[in-house]
Nanobody, 115 residues
Framework: QVQLVESGGGLVQAGGSLKLSCAVS????????VGWYRQAPGKERSFVAS???????DYGDSVLGRFTISRNGAKNTVYLQMNSLKPDDTAVYYC?????????WGQGTQVTVTQ
């Protein structure tokens, strides 16, 4: 069973930075893409960023220019560097890996941004 473990969440002031990590139990190049999603209280889970097997990156409109997704194949880890954080970025951040129609999720890591 594929396992994804997120880490790096925490409490930060607006304007600050955090770096999230997603450790995958299998070779990340086995997947079509690995990405980040987030879910704020009372809201649906939404797309944040992804990186596909070829290295193409995509970002949600609300994080474009502030967040950067990257990966380390040797560590089977995908990162999300989050800069210029805003209170609206407060959410549980989830890592997702997909191959064809199958998808795998991590347990999430809480990010809280204060004024």
């Amino acid at each position: 069973q594929v396992q994804l473990v997120e880490s790096g969440g925490g409490l930060v002031q607006a304007g600050g930075s955090l770096k999230l990590s997603c450790a995958v139990s299998e070779n990340i190049f086995n997947f079509n893409a690995v990405g980040w999603y987030r879910q704020a209280p009372g809201k649906e889970r939404s797309f944040v960023a992804s990186i596909n097997v070829g290295g193409r990156t995509d970002y949600g409109d609300s994080v474009l220019g502030r967040f950067t997704i990257s990966r380390n194949g040797a560590k089977n880890t995908v990162y999300l560097q989050m800069n210029s954080l805003k209170p609206d970025d407060t959410a549980v951040y989830y890592c997702r890996a997909n191959i064809l129609s199958r998808q795998y999720w991590g347990q999430g890591t809480q990010v809280t941004v204060t004024q």
